[in-house]
């Protein structure tokens, strides 16, 4: 299995620009989870999809961020507009759920400058 | 107060030394837990899951104390390749299937 696959691996966009992020899960893996990750508040759940329904979107800081899984093998954070304090990356992970661990992607560095 | 916590570290040891990473957990109904292991601008990757009578693999002892609700990562034998951070992590019933992570301890193991 090729693993969780994210696009792109590097981004970089200029404050008030659209930003979309991307992930495949791991195929049979019926949990997605977004998280991000910054050095001040270390990772985050942003949001996670069950069987590509959204459980718990809590974590996403604002309505500037929204996350769609629209199969099972494919989802999207997208940021609009963007803004510097954005900066940070961005994992996907994917979970056969339960008491399994997560697989993560090799995850998205966004800088917004 | 954060859902888990640990030492940031870091944490040097010499090659070959023993060295044990503490972490506790506020929610006493948690009841999966795991260490993953970071390396620098790499995406976590799982170490080991916790089970409540102990575990070990290889070089690596996982310890749960339900009781002060605290979990333990012993290392022995230290290797320069063991140098990465190490996440505490923890499920509880009211997350779902969302894992809480701790903010990572750092160890630098030097020759």
């Known amino acids: 299995d090729a693993g969780v696959i994210q696009s792109p691996r590097h981004e970089v966009t200029e404050m008030g620009q659209e930003v979309t992020l991307r992930c495949k899960p791991i195929?049979?893996?019926?949990?997605l989870f977004w998280y991000r990750q910054t050095m001040m508040r270390g990772l985050e759940l942003l949001i996670y999809?069950?069987?590509?329904?959204?459980?718990?979107d809590s974590g996403m800081p604002e309505d500037r961020f929204s996350a769609k899984m629209p199969n099972a093998s494919f989802s999207t954070l997208k940021i609009q507009p963007s803004e510097p304090r954005d900066s940070a990356v961005y994992f996907c992970?994917?979970?056969?759920?339960?008491?399994?661990?997560?697989?993560f992607g090799s995850g998205t560095r966004l800088t917004v400058v | 107060r954060k859902e888990v916590e640990q030492d940031p570290g870091p944490f040097n040891v010499p090659e070959g030394a023993t060295v044990a990473f503490n972490c506790t957990y506020s929610n006493s109904a948690s009841q999966s837990f795991f260490w993953y292991r970071q390396d620098c601008r790499k995406e976590p990757k799982l170490l080991m899951s916790v089970y409540s009578s102990g575990n070990e693999d290889g070089r690596f002892t996982a310890q749960l104390n339900r009781a002060s609700q605290y979990i333990s990562l012993l290392i022995r034998d230290s290797k320069l390749s063991d140098s990465a951070t190490y996440l505490c992590?923890?499920?509880?019933?009211?997350?779902?299937?969302?894992?809480?992570f701790g903010k990572g301890t750092s160890l630098l193991v030097t020759p």
């Open positions: 992590v923890v499920n509880t019933p009211d997350s779902g299937y969302a894992l809480n």
């Open positions: 992970a994917s979970s056969q759920g339960g008491n399994y661990g997560y697989t």
């Open positions: 999809f069950n069987n590509n329904v959204p459980i718990d």
């Open positions: 195929s049979g893996h019926n949990s």
